[in-house]
C-alpha cells in the first residue's frame, strides 16, 4: 500500500481499509511495543483490512526509535511510524490522524498499553454495526484508578449530560468513528475534553450510534497527576462552553435534541 505518491494528491476521504487506528505516543518506550503487540494480534483475529499509525508526538526519549525497528524487523506494512514535527498533544494527534488515515472507520489508541486484549477485541467485533460506538466503563472495574479520579469521571459524565440533553453513560473510552465524520466534524477543542466534544457534536447529526460496555480497562502508569493539571481543567471548562454553546444555537433555530438514533446490542 503507498500512502505517499510523490505528485498525487490525495483524497482524505478516500478509503482503502476498513479501519485505521492511530496510536497516540509521547515518551512511551517502557508501554508502546506491548501496545503494538496487543493491538496488532486482536486486528489479526478480527480480520478486516487495517492500517495502525503511529503518531510520535514529539518524544523525547527513543519511542520513535523503537517504533521504527518493531516496523523494519517484522516488515510490516500495515503500520507506519508519523513524526509530529510540533507538539500536537492528544485531540491534535486525533483530527491529524484522521486526514493521514486510510479507513472507513477511525479509533484512537494510547500507546501506554491501557487496554487489554479482550477490551480490543470487544471493540472491533462491534464495528460496522452503527456510525458510532461508545465503549463504557464501570468505574469500579478500572483497576489502578483512584476513588478521587472516578468521581470526577462521573461528574464529568453528568455535567456533559446536563449541557448537552443526551443520556451517555461514559465519554472518554475512545469511541470508533466513521473517518469521514471526524473530518467533517471535528472537535472544536483539543484538550482533555476533546472526546467529549466530538461524540455531543456528532449525536446533533443524523447518525446510528451505540454504546456498549468496555471490557478490561486498567491504567498502569497511574496517571491521575497529570489529569488534574490546570491546563487539563482550563480545557474542560473550554468544552463544556463549546457544548453549552452548541445547545443553546441549536434551540434557537429550532432543532431538535438530537437527530442521532440509538441502536441496541446484546452486551
Known amino acids: 500500500m503507498n500512502f505517499n505518491l510523490p505528485g498525487v494528491k490525495r483524497d482524505p476521504l478516500a478509503c482503502e481499509v476498513d479501519l485505521t487506528v492511530v496510536v497516540t505516543c509521547y515518551n512511551e518506550h517502557k508501554f508502546i511495543l506491548d501496545t503494538l503487540d496487543l493491538l496488532t494480534s486482536a486486528l489479526d483475529q478480527w480480520g478486516g483490512r487495517y492500517e495502525v499509525i503511529v503518531m510520535d508526538d514529539c518524544s523525547t ?20 511510524l508519523h513524526r ?39 471493540i472491533f467485533s ?4 452503527a456510525d458510532l460506538i461508545i465503549p463504557y466503563q464501570v468505574q469500579s472495574e478500572v483497576s489502578g484508578r483512584s ?29 470508533v468513528f466513521r473517518r469521514e465524520h471526524v ?21 446533533q447529526q443524523d447518525i446510528t450510534y451505540l454504546q456498549s460496555r468496555h471490557r478490561g480497562p486498567r491504567e498502569l502508569k497511574g496517571k491521575d497527576s497529570t489529569a488534574l493539571t490546570m491546563r487539563n481543567l482550563l480545557s474542560v471548562v473550554h468544552t463544556f462552553a463549546e457544548i453549552a454553546i452548541r445547545r443553546v444555537s441549536a434551540i434557537s433555530y429550532g432543532k431538535k435534541r438530537s437527530r442521532a438514533r440509538e441502536l441496541l446490542i446484546d452486551d
Open 61 to 80: 526519549d527513543h519511542s520513535a526509535e523503537l517504533v521504527e525497528n518493531y516496523i523494519a524487523k517484522r516488515a510490516l506494512t500495515r503500520l507506519r
Open 84 to 122: 509530529n514535527q510540533t507538539n500536537l498533544g492528544f485531540g491534535g494527534n486525533f483530527v491529524e490522524g484522521a486526514f493521514l488515515g486510510r479507513g472507513k472507520y477511525y479509533r484512537l489508541c494510547c500507546g501506554d498499553n491501557a487496554e487489554s486484549a479482550e477490551a480490543f477485541a470487544h
Open 126 to 129: 462491534l464495528i460496522g454495526k
Open 147 to 175: 476513588w478521587q479520579r472516578r468521581v470526577l469521571s462521573r461528574l464529568f459524565t453528568g455535567i456533559v449530560n446536563l449541557l448537552s440533553g443526551n443520556h451517555i453513560l461514559y465519554y472518554n473510552s475512545l469511541p
Open 183 to 203: 473530518i467533517r466534524f471535528p472537535p472544536q477543542t483539543l484538550g482533555f475534553g476533546f472526546q467529549a466534544d466530538i461524540v455531543t457534536r456528532m449525536l
